[in-house]
């Protein structure tokens, strides 16, 4: 009875072993994860939820004066297809708002950047862009280990790393209509700074955020629970007194 009690553990706490981390799917647009949005200026943030998660969402843009080229506090918001950004040169809110292709993220005379920022780091699996009509689909993106408060105001595309974000990264893709996925390659933060392609090419990119796919890093799950381990352990040792009777 012992024995086979054993192995079965054994096979439970093997299978427990190999679980894959879950993945966390955040949805931006319509019917999407559940959001809170504070603020209606610029310097606003847009914070969802997934279960007992949340990840805050901030827009900048580099509209700055002094320096020249520094980031500034832009407007995010959810739209029925993901999230968009009004920067400082977009007119007033409610006109970029009301406008057809303003309110998105894109790189026409100036960059704009959206910052997610989780409370544990993550692994960053994959990213959906809807374009809402017929643009270059191209993306810059940074992964960073950050401070919970950062600001990117008077910062740089230059000065990033000194935030503590990764080197520039950029996804190359054909213009299009439909959204389209792509792969962050799994690197691990607790930020992550996406953009249209930086610097411009002179092909506009414009598009949404509609969808931001994470799993927790390996190095971080816990792959088997300690109890088993040492459940185990009291069996052999149990095993090993009844030898010696």
Known sequence: MLKSFRAWLLAMVAVLSCQPAAA????????????VTSGSTYGNKVTSYEGAEKLQTFAWSNTAATPVG??????????????????????????????????????ISQQDVVLFLFESPQAMESLTIDPWGLWDRDVSFWVGTVAPSISLTGATFDTLASLGFSAQ???????????????????????????????????????KIRKLVTTMPSSTVVPVPAAAWLFLSALGSIAGLRRLR
Not at 24 to 35: D, K, P, Q, V
Not at 73 to 81: E, L, N, P, Q
Not at 171 to 197: C, D, H, M, W
């Open 24 to 35: 966390s799917t955040w949805t931006f647009g319509s019917s999407g994860s559940y959001y």
């Open 169 to 207: 990264m950029n996804s190359l893709n054909a213009p299009g209509e439909p959204a389209l996925t792509l792969s962050l390659g799994g690197l691990v933060g607790n930020a992550l700074l996406v953009g249209a392609l930086n610097p411009a090419d002179g092909t506009p990119d414009r598009f």
């Open 70 to 107: 520094g980031f500034e506090t832009a407007y995010i918001r959810r739209f029925s297809t993901g999230l968009g950004v009004c920067n400082r040169y977009e007119g007033a809110i409610a006109d970029c708002i009301g406008g057809s292709v303003d309110h998105q993220v894109d790189n």
